[in-house]
DNA sequence: ATAGGGTTAG
């Protein structure tokens, strides 16, 4: 038996039994003997099969025309979008009844001509016609295609009035409208207030209104209700909750769903087989997506879009490109759907070549006209790190919508090119376009990576005042920015608000306070995290294992360190190992951390090396510390910290020859340092300073007031530590020279600047010197300030003489 | 003769 699919099932067994019938009448056409009855039928059965010329001609060719035959007529062209046509009889017609006015209506809802259709709405009443179920409908589903909350509200207000407010279609269409207006807060309350004999339509509206507003979980709730209630579910139903699942990756729950689909006998409606494909290949089983598609009677292009989707998301980029293939092949039509998958492919194989063909045969088959390809070839040559050509296909866009922006945006930020990122963030919000959850997790990750707090916190201002609704992805970055720029506070704070909690939540949290030199909490939150269930992956690690190193808890990371691979399955990566040689470096063990990396499975790399040097250089261990530098000079040949560092070591141990014959190497080489300075942010504006830089506009109260600092801390007990000083002069330049590094130069400008009570936040490239943080923890106590630094390794919080790093850094 | 719910992209 031929397996045919519902949607074309229910269409042939109309059309059939029409055609009979129809074919019937065309026979007799011209036959004046005709009842009015039989052509009334005929022209509603022409009609439906949307044979309007052959309609027209009956139409015009009927002697007698009734109120049926007129409004069939104006539905007729209402329903295939010949609205002038349909606008043309209804002037004409002789009597005009809510059919009548609501045939019309409903043409123009379909075509989306929203003040057309308010015009009627309105002018019906004008007219002494009420508005009924079918009106309502109608320009519900024109307020919910369209978007349009205002006029929504307004028909809510109207439905109120008219006391439609329990009307099962009515209901329905209020309830999706509020959905896709993305107010699912008001289409759940409708939804509940009716009573229990809600029917499938209603449920399913809930259902899916509850899936395209993000609420993956609810909308699963919603449709288990539904099926415990014994509600039918039908080939409208099962998509949504498929969705749903897919969104979730609740794999389970979706072969179960496709149990009852089989048991339904929906399993034949290409949107449930899409579904399906969809569901499984989000999931993970592109096996049982296979096996879905490869049932199918049609070749339905969004299966095989889902299809290619899903093998890209598991890395079978080879996959996707033969099913893509294979689409030709099979001389299927593509659609604007299947470039931005098979696109995709490319941005993650950098594969240039084929990228430039498939865009030629976009520009061919003339898809370069449709904004979501362009946006896809955006996002493909921008993750390609080819932000040229992104720009270039951004630029020509007519009608660059948020993913456009996104795309450009995202790109510029994992090409590290934050501060550009920002900048085409700005001239988004300037061009009109809303931010969305992407593009704001994406911008406050740039924010993170430049550490630039007040920019993050308008960023998060303005997604609060959006009224957009929390993501996990915008709040996990709203951490991690917080964190990152020293406020710990407040990500905790953003962390307490989040419903939901994942590992990046967790991990972000952990890294964060173990940044800013609270390394015990960070185990706290770790304990936390496992008993809440979550389970820890290889990042999470780098950030515990940092933070014991900081806080010196050489136990604790002895022991997380062993059950990351024991317990968790996690195979230690270099990361790890850095960390426990620093630890062990820290608390003296020198032989331990040169013992575990040689045990390690994996090739030290650079972060390893130089965690055994800063150990070496700390225990004066040279013949060492000599090893690692050499590691170093080969791995990162551009660095000058080992150059220095090695040196520096010689020069302890009086070995002057070779300190000096380091220094000649290094210079012969060409490496040089590279140079330290601090900035500070003060009202949108950096101001960044050099050690003894005398080019800011206030240089002269900057050095006035770094002589009220030094005299006013050396009453309370500062030494200059003259050791950190590196010019060759003698013990009073020396000590001048320290009182102008460039991060003293940047904490005198912020006490000038940043009124008390608020703390000043300085920042430098590289780590801040010995000196230089003795004299902030006399400043932060002298001048009552809290000081927060964030050098190249962490964040120091400087607070009534106290350092948060425990003067280890 | 007029009304309500569904799949794929960043």
Redesign the pocket.
Known sequence: MIKLSF?YLNFSFKSCHRCIHVRCIHFHFGNSSQSKLDCNRAL?EL??LSRINEARKLFDKMSERD??TW??MI?AY??SGKLTEAMVLFKDTPMK????W??LI?GY??RGMEIEAFDLFWGMQFEGQRP????M??I??LC??LGLLQRGKQVHGYVIKTQFESN??VV??LV?MYA?CNCILEAEYLFKMMPDTK???????MV?GY??NGEAFKAIECYRDMVVEGVEC????F??V??AC?AVQAGNFGAQVHGCIIRSGFEA????Q??LV?MYA?CRDLDSAMRVLENMEVD????W??MI?GC?RQGCEEEALSLFQKMHARDMKL?D??Y??VL?CFASMKDMKNAMSVQCLIVKTGFQAY??VN??LV?MYA?QGNLDCAFQVFNHMPNK???S???LV?GYAHNGRHEAALKLFCDMRIAGICP????LASILSACSELTILEFGQQVHANFVKSGLQSSISVDNSLVTMYARCGCIEEASRVFDSMQIQDVITWTALIVGYAQNGKGKDSVRFYDQMIASGTKPDFITFIGLLFACSHAGLWESGRFYFASMEKVYGIKPGPEHYACMIDLLGRSGKLVEAETLLYQMDVEPDATVWKALLAACRVHGNLELGERAAKNLFELEPTNAVPYIMLSNMYSASGKWEDAARIRRMMKSRGITKEPGFSWIEINGKVHSFMSEDRGHPRTADIYTKIDEIMLLIKEAGYVPEISFALHNTDEEGKELGLAYHSEKLAIAFGLLNVPLGAPIRIFKNLRVCGDCHTAVKYISRVFLRHIILRDSNCFHHFKQGHCSCGDYW
């Open positions: 949607k509603n009609s439906k109120e049926f409004n069939t539905a209402a329903n009844s809510s059919v009548t609501n045939s409903s809802c379909r009924n179920q079918y009106t409908g109608s519900l589903r919910s295609t099962d279609y329905t269409g999706d896709k029917n499938h339509v209603m449920w399913t509206a899916a899936s395209q039908n080939q409208f139903t998509p949504s498929l969705t897919a409606n290409v949107f449930v899409s579904a969809d989000k339905d292009v969004v299966s879009n889902s989707v890209v659609d759907f299947t931005p998958s995709n904004k979501l946006n896809a996002d993750k919508d948020v993913v922006w996104t795309s995202t969305d959850h992407i593009v």
